[in-house]
């Protein structure tokens, strides 16, 4: 007999409405969706010990595991927690990579590497994850000393939304910086997702599959 396989997908609080949105696109009825915080954003080193919890407690529930996450500044250690889960992760060094695109993102971002990027999420969300939680707000100051060696904004967009257009000027205003706009839509996202999913398992040979029950 065979059935769709169970996937649990672990992901940043950034991406939940982009999963949430491909999952409904795709029909993929089989996929559940858990969000770590997304202000891990500007603490790294906090998300691969918290991802380990998280996926130690799921263990054994889900035939397939997919780590929402790129390295992300992890330094690695994201991987590391993958690699003892079983669990497959997004492609990329971090979320600006798989949202564009690797082709898309290397012909922005290689010929000059100075960009502070943006999706639709951050750009939504810039006081409250940027401004505020870096001290800005409180202290602006501190302004030149995390964005003093940028030379523009970079806004990748998924959907192409004007109002998050205005709220990305708004925040690169915000940086004195320059903002250029790349309507990317979901890059590699989707496809990495669909792939995931696969196709049926077979009920006999669930010890196969990516986080499969041991």
Known sequence: MERAPRILVVACGALA??????????????????????H???RPERIAPLLDDR???RRGAYD?????????????????????HGAGRLPGAHCYEFLAGAAT?????????????LTDYLARHFDRLVLDGLGITAHPELRSAYFGNYTRVVLL????????????????????????V????????????????GTTISVSGLGAGIGAPR
């Open 17 to 38: 409405r982009e999963f949430a949105e491909l999952i409904e696109r795709n029909g993929l009825t089989s996929v559940e969706v858990e969000c770590l915080p997304a």
């Open 40 to 42: 891990l954003h500007n």
């Open 55 to 57: 996926l130690t407690a």
């Open 64 to 84: 397939r595991v997919l780590v929402g996450y790129g390295d992300c500044g992890s330094s690695g250690a994201i991987d590391e927690v993958c690699q003892r």
């Open 105 to 117: 993102f290397a012909d922005i971002h290689d010929p000059d590497p100075t960009a502070f990027y």
């Open 157 to 180: 967009s998924q959907r192409g939304d004007p109002a998050v257009e205005v709220l990305a000027r708004r925040a690169a205003a915000a940086l004195d910086l320059p903002l250029e």
């Open 182 to 197: 790349h309507i990317t839509g979901y890059g590699d996202l989707e496809g990495v997702l669909v792939r995931t999913v």
